[in-house]
Structures are given as C-alpha cells and as structure tokens.
C-alpha cells in the first residue's frame, strides 16, 4: 500500500470489505445506478479507517497554504457519520478541531450544536466520507461562511459525482478515489431494468 493508497488500492478495500457493491441499484430520490457504496462498512475497521484518513491528511499537507496553518485549522463534516474520517484527518494532520452540522429533522435547516460557534476568519476544512451530490456539503460550506468562517478545501475519501452534483467552484477539492457509477432517472430510463435485472432498494 503506497502512503496515499492509489485509487486501485482504495476500490479494492471497498470492495473487500463490502462497501462497494455492484448490481441494480434503486436510491431513494429515485435514481437508478449499477453500483452501490456506503464508506461506513470500510470505516467499521480501524486499520482501514486509520489508512484513509492519513492518506487524506497527506493530500491537504500537499496544500503550502494549507500544510502553513495546518495547526489552527478546524475539521468539519455536514453530518455524524464523516466523524471517522475528520478525527483521523484531524489526528493525523494535526488540526486544531472537530466539530459537526445536524438537523433533527429533514425539512429543518442545518446547524451546529449549542454553543459551537465558529469565529470570524476560522479557517476550515470541509471533510466527509464522501461526495455525491455535494447538496449537505454546500450548505454547510453556507453555514460556515455565515459566521465568517473560512473554508480553505474540501476533502472526501471517494467522489462519486452524479448528473446533479454541486459546483464548488475554485475550492480545492481533494479525493482518494473516484468512481464513477452509471445513473438513470428512473426506471423507464434504466438500461438495467430494460435488461431485467433484480432490483435493490437502498435507504441511502
Ligand atoms: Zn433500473
């Protein structure tokens, strides 16, 4: 395994562990996809976690402006479930914080938890397990920049993008491994299901 794993690398320890299926996907906004990936089920083993996020750490420390202030920085994932990934970045690159965006429920806008404010000109790094849409990551990078913070990057272990990705413009964007999966609108669209193939509901 190289320092930061190679994409092949990376593809095979989702595969490995489960975290990357192939098949005949169904999501619930309705698409269709011949591949299916859910990060947590690599993330389950530490020594897997504990690579990842190193070698994501090692692409920000590529960053000069990044690497010089590494040690104010703060890590911040849209959701709990990035929280592997930003301790071990943060552990690993020696940044300042973690701290994470909820919403109790899903028509709710996000927020951060009582008393976590982050501070004009903070800067931070956008982190999480991995980037489809981009939609949670956009409105946190809003949330921040709210409150006058600063995001200096964005770093996911996979990009995954689909038809309906955000744009985050000249933000660095860093990223273990991309994949890129076969998308249809829906089933009449789905070469899958012209084909027959069984069909999988996913929850995410
Ligand atoms: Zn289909």
């Known amino acids: 395994m190289h320092l930061i794993p190679t994409q092949e690398e990376v593809v095979a320890l989702l595969r490995e562990t489960g975290a990357l299926r192939d ?41 000069p402006e990044i690497r010089a202030m590494l040690g104010e920085v703060s890590i911040v994932v849209p959701a709990t479930g990035g929280l592997p990934v930003a301790y071990g970045v943060c552990e690993a690159a020696r940044a300042k914080q973690v701290y994470w965006a909820e919403r109790e429920h899903d028509d709710e806008p996000m927020r951060f938890r009582q008393y976590v404010n982050p501070c004009p000109g903070e800067p931070v790094v956008l982190v999480d397990d991995i980037l489809r849409t981009g939609s949670k990551l956009s409105e946190l990078k809003q949330l921040l920049e709210a409150s006058g913070a600063t995001v200096l990057a964005l770093a996911v272990i996979i990009y995954q993008p689909t038809p309906n990705t955000r744009d985050f413009g000249a933000l660095p964007f860093y990223y273990l491994a991309k994949l890129e999966a076969s998308y249809y609108a829906d089933a009449a669209h789905c070469e899958l299901c012209k084909r027959g193939a069984p069909l999988e509901t996913v929850w995410v």
């Open 23 to 63: 098949g005949h996907f169904h999501y619930p906004s309705g698409i269709h996809s011949n591949e299916y990936l859910q990060v947590p089920l690599a993330l389950r083993y530490y020594q897997h976690q504990r690579l990842l996020s190193v070698g994501l750490s090692r692409l920000l420390r590529q960053n």
